[in-house]
């Protein structure tokens, strides 16, 4: 996205995901607005890519699900007051978990978070104010330094929530903003971002499911730039001194209770990160 100036269309895309997770007879989560939010053309983009990757709806859908979970432990269980949607998109967290006394922050890239807040503009009963718009361009800006500037307390913990962004940034602008996440941010946060295998970011020796969903990303105007198997040693080497990783078979076993071989869960995991080690039960 860096070298285009036009909103993000994975975010509609995505947005248009949670709209139909949200339908679910029994929903992991609800999201309200993200119907109208992805409007005719967020469902138009999702509906292309079902006949690539069949499997998106319930990947997007136990991701969101698992990190609204993580949102809500440390803001009911730990006292978090500041939560940053790092690429937030069409995130409307800041509306569904919303918490007395807890700031929402969502970083985006000027181009996507002018769209939104348009999209916003124009639904009726949206908490607008509900976030505080960070604009921050990853590839070439410093994150702590737009929050900051922005209000955000570097002195207090933060969970911060980078979710479907890593993929479609090159691997400098990955590791800039790791570092200055682990250097920046008060030493009892968390980060939590999906990544892809280092396969599908290559593109190289794909089943051809796989080459058509990565290449359909591409044609959308963000190309999948970075993917790892391991994400401990770039962690380490940004600062980071605690990481777990989660599988989305693990994860679908635990919130959808099975497991099926076909849901093509092979490449995409989630990654926890912080700068020492969390205080019990969290996460
Ligand atoms: C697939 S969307 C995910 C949106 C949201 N996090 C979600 O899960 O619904 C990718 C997001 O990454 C953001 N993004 C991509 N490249 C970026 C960059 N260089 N700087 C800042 N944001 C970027 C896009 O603006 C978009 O919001």
């Not at 993000?8 to 029994?26: F, I």
């Not at 593109?203 to 993917?227: C, H, M, W």
Request: with cysteine; hydrophobic share 45%.
């Amino acid at each position: 996205m860096d070298i285009q100036s036009s909103a993000s269309k994975t975010a509609l895309m995505v947005c248009a995901y949670r709209a139909r997770a949200s339908r679910w007879p029994k929903p992991l989560f609800v999201d309200p607005w993200a119907d109208t939010l992805a409007g005719d053309d967020g469902h138009d983009i999702a509906r292309r890519l079902d006949q690539q990757f069949a499997p998106m709806e319930t990947w997007l859908a136990l991701r969101v699900a698992y990190l609204d979970r993580l949102v809500a432990q440390a803001v009911d269980r730990l006292s978090i007051r500041q939560v940053v949607i790092l690429g937030a998109g069409y995130d409307t967290r800041a509306a569904r978990l919303p918490r007395a006394g807890v700031s929402y922050f969502e970083v985006d890239h000027p181009a996507t978070q002018a769209a939104k807040r348009e999209r916003l503009g124009r639904l009726e009963g949206y908490p607008i104010d509900a976030a505080i718009y960070v604009t921050c361009n990853f590839e070439r800006e410093d994150p702590i330094e737009r929050l900051v500037a922005s209000g955000f307390d570097a002195t207090e913990p933060a969970l911060v929530i980078w979710e479907g962004v890593v993929p479609y940034l090159t691997e400098a602008a990955v590791r800039a903003t790791a570092t200055r996440l682990a250097s920046g941010l008060d030493p009892r946060s968390l980060v939590a971002f999906d990544y892809v295998g280092k396969k599908l970011a290559a593109g190289a020796n794909l089943s051809a499911k796989d080459q058509q969903t990565r290449d359909y990303v591409g044609e959308l105007g963000e190309p999948i730039q970075f993917g790892t198997d391991d994400p401990l040693p770039l962690l380490y080497d940004c600062g980071f001194r605690w990481v777990r990783s989660l599988d989305f078979n693990e994860l679908a076993l635990e919130l959808l209770g099975d497991y099926q071989r076909d849901r093509q869960f092979r490449f995409q995991h989630i990654a926890l990160a912080a700068v020492r080690t969390p205080v019990a039960g969290w996460p």
